[in-house]
């Protein structure tokens, strides 16, 4: 595992240290190509000043598929899209999330308020508290555990009553911290109100697994990462990882963030393993070529007029994000309707 300090190439420049993190649940669909496509273009248009990192995320076991993680990496390979050095596990890492859990533990708020706290509440409990949400299922933490007594919670405790962890985000929306603030190189510049529109999230959840938000942004600290590619269904989680990040490392070095528009299905559902899209299994069954899979995603990215067969190298020529700045509308894709082939025009 490499350390946190930039990469400084031999003209002084940063070097762009980007990641694929597929989360081995199934075989890739794409979408999940075209976000893997993006995150590699973006750190191979550097020439080679740019290192690309594999992390297989791997953290929530009871939704690991055995074996996927090898179906990701031969699909990865076939596509021509490679990374550098070795593969991270985040199942291996269980000791350097409990170190980051352990530095956390020691800070407090402004105020004293510690700034991780157990939560004994049930999902229901959450729910039926909580103010209704924005309708992307994310749900504000009401904040119910957070003002318990040390009495109180060290009864629990003692009970061993089952709990989650929580990190605390400032109380106050007008709190100059309440105020989470980055640049997006698509989606341009964002602000998020922590309070209001992030809340207290879990970083281990009551099954003692570690949480999403605090694996990724301890790897994505050891590992250098400094640019991020990902949909931008997780453009709020990149508020709550920059706090947890800034109290993890407050000196490191800024994140470049990519947050690309999703691609719906034909019934208009975003793509996913659960709903089975179509996936590099179905897809490379039905002959389809590496080329052809390519020539998709490059063109969900705004970056052929058509989808018609490229290589990953081809789809370097000219890449700037400004493309899909310039239209970051969720895409819809009906592969049914597609004709991927070099001469005849389609759509
Ligand atoms: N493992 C996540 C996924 O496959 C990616 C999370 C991230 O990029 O932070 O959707």
Redesign the pocket.
């Known amino acids: 595992m490499h350390k946190g300090e930039p990469r400084v190439d031999q003209a002084g420049q940063t070097k762009v240290v980007g990641r694929l ?3 081995p649940t199934g075989r890739m669909h794409l979408g ?1 190509i075209y976000a893997c496509l993006a995150a590699w273009l973006g750190v191979r248009s550097q020439g080679h000043g740019g290192v690309l990192r594999l992390r297989i ?1 791997d953290i929530d076991t009871p939704r690991v598929v055995k074996d996927a993680d090898c179906w990701i990496m031969d699909d990865l390979a076939w596509l021509g899209l490679d990374w550098d050095g070795e593969v991270v596990y985040q199942s291996q890492r269980a000791d350097a999330y409990t170190q980051a859990l352990n530095q956390l533990e020691s800070q407090q708020l402004v105020g004293g308020q510690p700034l991780i706290y157990p939560c004994f509440c049930s999902r229901a409990d959450i729910r039926a508290a909580s103010a209704p949400n924005e309708g992307d299922g994310f749900i504000v933490y009401p904040g119910t555990c957070r003002g318990l007594s040390p009495q109180v919670v060290s009864e629990r405790l003692a009970r061993a009553q089952r709990h989650s962890l929580r990190i605390a985000v400032p109380d106050q929306p007008d709190e100059p911290d309440a105020i989470c603030r980055f640049d997006d190189l698509i989606f341009g510049p964002q602000s998020f109100n922590l309070p209001r529109q992030v809340g207290d999230v879990v970083v281990k959840r009551s099954d003692g697994l570690v949480s999403y938000q605090l694996a ?1 942004t301890v790897d994505d600290l050891a590992m250098g990462i400094n640019q ?1 590619v ?1 949909g931008r269904d ?1 453009l709020r989680s990149t508020a709550i990882q920059m706090w947890i990040r800034n109290h993890l490392q407050p000196q490191a070095p800024r994140v470049q963030y990519a947050h690309l528009p999703l691609i719906d299905g034909v019934d208009g559902r975003r793509m996913s393993k659960r709903f089975g899209s179509p996936d590099l299994g179905s897809l490379r069954r039905d002959g389809w070529s590496s080329r052809q899979v390519l020539g998709v995603c490059g063109w969900l990215l705004g970056l052929l007029d058509r989808p018609r067969p490229a290589s990953a190298q081809e789809l370097l020529d000219g890449f700037t994000w400004n493309t899909l700045a310039a239209d970051r509308r969720d895409r819809q894709l009906d592969l049914s309707g597609l004709n991927v082939s070099d001469t005849k025009p389609s759509l």
Do not use: T
């Open positions: 993190a597929p989360s999940n995320e990724v991020i990902r997780l």
